[in-house]
């Protein structure tokens, strides 16, 4: 995906944007009002300050807020908030030209205090959070929180027919775009050790995006570590009661989750094996999965060696 800029209306500098200084250094309906004895003055300088300052935005910036703040009734309110946005706009587009997240979160919050459905920077800092921080290398969770209040809020949105102004219409794909906020659900709660709930999130996101490898290879990687852990437990039972020819039900039991387990990354990495078939940007990965897959398969199904390649043919596309 494209960084894409804030471009929405709310945004844009419209014509006559700005107020002349004259004008508010007037009462409606009078005439030009002395400064020492308007009660007004105050406002009137702080619009001024800003005013005066509005074309540096480091400057202005700062000032508008204090307009804003302190005169939310002011004649000129209107105008200085259009400033606001706008100007905030562009520095946020700034912070993520330069990942810098934690700019990024300080004016999304900003905005998001004044419009908590601002689905433009809901969608924009699940995105960029994800981009620079949870999906780098190496990752970074320290936004994890914040990651994960913006995707649900976003999802939310989007799933009441909501559709980011940041993106073109024709280029958004609600069902991709919902699976990608659920995987930053997924990355977050298997960062946690939560590894179920990371499950439940990739299979909702490749219910919503089935041609996405991702969600297999994390699915079947997520797995291997429950059968991993599965596989310990039951090598630490005594060998006499694993070998016994009527194994007691504890033994049975753990025998049995090993094997749901193993069969699990069978299937995961099955459909990732078949859905990346193409997908080049997987070649290393697909040598790696195909093997431990192979060696998997034949300790489930060692009558079976044409198995395999059925299933995952199974799941390929037409």
Not at 41 to 57: H, L, M, T, V
Not at 82 to 87: E, F, L, R, S
């Amino acid at each position: 995906m494209k960084r894409w800029l804030i471009v929405t209306a709310a945004l844009m500098v419209l014509a006559g944007f700005y107020v002349p200084l004259a004008r508010a250094g007037r009462v409606a309906g009078n005439g030009p009002v002395a400064a020492q004895d308007d009660p007004k003055k105050a406002e009137i300088d702080a619009y001024k300050a800003w005013y005066e300052a509005r074309n540096d935005s480091a400057k202005g910036l700062p000032l508008a807020k204090t307009y804003v703040e302190k005169f939310p009734s002011g004649a000129n309110v209107a105008y200085v908030k259009g400033y606001i946005a706008k100007t905030r706009g562009e520095f946020f587009n700034q912070a993520m030209t330069s990942k810098d997240v934690a700019k990024m979160i300080q004016l999304g919050n900003e905005a998001l205090a004044e419009d908590p459905n601002s689905l433009d920077y809901l969608y924009l800092l699940a995105y960029s959070i994800r981009q620079d921080e949870l999906g780098a290398s190496p990752r970074n969770f320290a936004h994890s929180a914040e990651a994960v209040d913006y995707s649900n809020r976003a999802i939310k949105l989007i799933d009441e027919g909501k559709v980011p102004g940041v993106v073109k219409k024709e280029n958004f794909n609600k069902n991709t775009t919902l699976a990608y906020l659920y995987q930053n659900l997924a990355l977050v709660e298997a960062n946690k050790k939560n590894t179920d709930k990371a499950l439940e999130y990739y299979s909702k996101a490749s219910s919503l995006d089935a041609s996405d490898p991702g969600n297999y290879l994390a699915c079947g990687s997520l797995h291997q570590v429950k059968y991993q852990a599965a596989l310990g437990k039951y090598q630490a039972i005594p060998e006499a009661d694993r070998t016994a020819a009527e194994p007691k039900p504890e033994v049975k039991a753990s025998l049995d989750e090993v094997n749901k387990e193993a069969d699990a990354v069978i299937n995961c990495w099955a459909h990732f094996m078949a859905v990346s078939a193409t997908n080049t940007a997987y070649a290393s990965t697909r040598t790696q999965v195909g093997t431990a897959l192979t060696d998997l398969y034949k300790y489930r199904h060692p009558d079976d060696p044409g198995g395999l390649q059925k299933l995952i043919d199974q799941y390929k596309g037409p």
